[in-house]
């Protein structure tokens, strides 16, 4: 006897649909937050503001203790009101990748694992796509300004990475950096009056751009590492200096002297120690800082801001 099958047609293709549905994958909808706080005893029970970042993102930048942080959408806990974003897995800890949360009104359930106590912990919140990433920032050794705002930075085709200006440490604060000199728009240049900065005597890895392309640097406060290649640019010609912290990606800029006021005691330090012909950094051909040539070819860059190879036997 020949066996007829008997599935509807119709249940076929339901079954088909589901499983389809069941491959896709979920649409994450952007949260809105007004303000997102951090608490817990990770932070001895006190509560601190997340800064907002022009991107829509959260961030701490801060010391922490071992314990738990959690993050919740008002400064104090509302019963009913409150809500906290709540780790999709348990144990996750704060230093991670990227890990996804959900959001709950529950004040009992866990946060977010803080294993050690250290001074440099950031962690971003992206509303967007429901994560928390975390880190422990470590300093870096150079930060540099490349581009066409200030003289010899660039051509009218490209700019020059041999070119780029280092900026000063703080003694004090590892993660400050500071840049006193000329910066213009200037003719017969790609790009005029814009810049951005370095990490390292060459482009990229590490970046540091404004959230928007042409911010005015006198306008700017926040600043992002990586991401599209923004610059900053200058509405002014004179004399600036540009602080950046690197823990907060924050930076400021002053414009200490529009041309022809600079004072004639600046001047004249300034011509001499580019007339002494001295060494203010020494890197090796992948752009990497030297604490002091080493045999092969050395990156001299010198006061007056051009760069010289030079070969050490020794």
């Keep these: 006897m020949k066996h007829t099958n008997m599935t509807n047609p119709m249940q076929k293709t339901k079954y088909i649909l589901l499983a389809v549905a069941l491959l896709l994958p979920v649409a994450i909808h952007a949260q809105s937050f007004e ?6 005893s990770a932070l001895d029970g006190g509560t601190v503001q997340l800064t907002k970042r022009p991107d829509g993102l959260f961030r701490f930048a801060g010391a922490l203790k071992a314990g738990e942080l959690k993050i919740m959408t008002t400064e104090t806990f509302v019963q009913g009101t409150t ?10 800890y704060l230093i991670n990748h990227g890990l996804r949360y959900g959001l709950t009104k529950d004040e009992s359930q866990e946060g977010w694992v803080v294993s050690f106590q250290e001074d440099t912990y950031r962690f971003l919140v992206d509303p967007v ?21 200030f003289l010899g930075g660039s051509n009218s085709v490209e700019w020059d990475r041999n070119a780029m200006l280092p900026f000063t440490r703080d003694h004090d604060q590892p993660y400050v950096f500071t840049w006193t000199g000329e910066l213009g ?13 370095e990490g390292q005597m060459t482009w990229g890895p590490r970046e540091l751009h404004p959230y928007v392309q042409d911010e005015d640097i006198l306008q700017a406060s926040q600043m992002r590492t990586g991401g599209d290649d923004t610059k900053w640019r200058v509405s002014q010609n004179g004399t600036y200096r540009i602080t950046v912290n690197l823990f907060t990606e924050t930076i400021h800029a002053e414009l200490l002297n529009l041309p022809g006021t600079t004072s004639p005691t600046a001047v004249r330090a300034t011509e001499d120690r580019r007339q002494s012909g001295e060494v203010v950094s020494v ?3 992948s752009g990497r800082p030297l604490d ?8 001299m860059r010198m006061a007056d801001g051009s760069v010289r190879k030079v070969i050490c036997k020794e």
Aim: charged share 20%; net charge positive; aromatic share 12%.
């Design 129 to 149: 796509n429901r994560t928390v990433t975390g880190e422990l920032m470590l300093p870096w050794n150079e930060v540099l300004i490349a581009g066409s705002a």
């Design 283 to 285: 890197y090796d051909l």
């Design 292 to 299: 002091k040539p080493r045999k092969g070819i050395n990156l």
């Design 83 to 92: 809500q906290f974003l709540k780790p999709s897995y348990v144990d996750s």
């Design 35 to 40: 303000g997102l706080w951090a608490t817990g």
């Design 185 to 197: 728009v200037y003719s017969d240049v790609v790009e005029p009056g814009r810049f951005k900065l």
